[in-house]
């Protein structure tokens, strides 16, 4: 998968201390837990986070009502962690934890990108225009196809079928081109076929799986083979 655009990956300062799982950034859905967890080589005497939407919050081993909670084996193994009960759509965006350790004076932090998922919409399917008429073709001619799936986030992961046989090749990849609103991304694969008498009547199929839905997304067409008969 090709990235086009798009922020980089928030990451601690160069002198800091801290291990955060998971590395880099995470993708969850609206209402599922998640949980992440940072740690330094000492004990601590400060654990605080910041989540999108929520503000900082200095977090200890006593239970919380709010959902959000301390997670970890205690802030004296050096374990700076947050369960969220149930993930909202303003928790998207950079998460830090910041940890000040029993013999330190500064706070050092860690930080990763919280993507709460969206769906994409609907596959675009796209074809060339048939020599015979806009959606009927002749047997030999280079059929150009464009599958893509607009919106999702994070980007949607996008396949070509002609009825249950994938199609393209290594050249055949998907390209993401993220944007700035709301972190919504366009996956976009291309590929081409040299068309048979065989394909007539096959369904052309633009498929998109995500994490955000529940079975994937499918946009189809039916190719047409022209056919003339000779008497």
């Not at 969850?28 to 740690?39: D, M, N, W, Y």
């Not at 084996?73 to 947050?82: E, L, M, S, Y």
């Amino acid at each position: 998968m090709v990235r086009v655009g798009g922020m980089g990956n928030a990451t601690s300062r160069p002198n800091a201390v801290v291990d955060i799982e998971p590395k880099r950034e995470t993708a969850v859905r609206v209402g599922e837990s998640l949980q992440i967890l940072c740690k330094a080589a000492q004990p601590l005497r400060v654990c605080r986070v910041e989540i999108p939407g929520e503000g900082s919050i200095v977090l200890n081993e006593e239970p919380s009502e709010d959902g959000i909670e301390y997670y970890g084996d205690g802030v004296k193994t050096g374990q700076c962690g947050v369960r969220i009960a149930k993930v909202k759509e303003i928790h998207d965006g950079i998460f830090k934890c910041s940890l000040t350790t029993v013999n330190a004076r500064q706070e050092a932090t860690a930080s990763l990108k919280i993507i709460v998922a969206r769906p994409p919409n609907n596959p675009d399917l796209r074809t060339s225009t048939g020599s015979v008429q806009r959606n009927i073709y002749r047997k030999g001619e280079k059929l150009e196809i464009s599958c893509s799936a607009p919106s999702g986030r994070p980007a949607a992961n996008i396949s070509l079928f002609l009825d249950d046989e994938p199609i393209g090749n290594d050249d055949s990849r998907t390209v993401v081109y993220e944007t700035n609103l709301d972190d919504n991304s366009l996956a976009m694969q291309n590929a081409s076929r040299s068309l048979d008498w065989t394909d007539n009547g096959k369904t052309l199929r633009c498929v998109a799986n995500h994490i955000a839905l529940d079975r994937p997304k499918e946009t189809t067409m039916q190719l047409e083979i022209y056919c003339k008969l000779i008497l």
